[in-house]
């Protein structure tokens, strides 16, 4: 079964830093696009950054400035480096990743739990 573990979330005050990241476990294939959303208070869930297989990146214009996506391109560990946060940055942040199994070579979505960030002073 494939399950992906994050870590690195918590409290922050703003202006700070935090990094996020992100592992697929279990058996598996191919990891093909990762990225993170976010979904803050009484929000919608939106998209933070992606990163391909091969480490092309994407992002909202919105999250360009202080928000840096990375991947262990061998491990497929992807990282979240969040700059300058802002308390509006305060939300429940989500891996995901489009991995191929033995039963699945198209691939699938898969989803992590969720890591609190909190930006508060």
């Known amino acids: 079964q494939v399950r992906l573990v994050e870590s690195g979330g918590g409290w922050v005050q703003p202006g700070g830093s935090l990094r996020l990241s992100c592992a697929p476990s279990?058996?598996?294939?191919?990891?093909?696009?990762m990225g993170w959303y976010r979904q803050g208070p009484g929000k919608e869930r939106e998209l933070v950054a992606r990163?391909?297989?091969?480490?092309?990146?994407d992002y909202p214009s919105s999250m360009k400035d202080r928000f840096t996506i990375s991947r262990d391109l061998r491990k497929d560990i992807i990282y979240l480096q969040m700059d300058n946060l802002k308390p509006e940055d305060t939300a429940v942040y989500y891996c995901?990743?489009?991995?191929?199994?033995?039963?699945?070579?198209?691939?699938?979505?898969?989803w992590g739990q969720g890591t609190q960030v909190t930006v508060s002073s």
């Open positions: 279990g058996s598996f294939d191919s990891v093909y696009v």
């Open positions: 990163i391909t297989s091969v480490g092309t990146t």
């Open positions: 995901y990743a489009d991995i191929a199994t033995e039963y699945d070579q198209d691939g699938s979505d898969y």
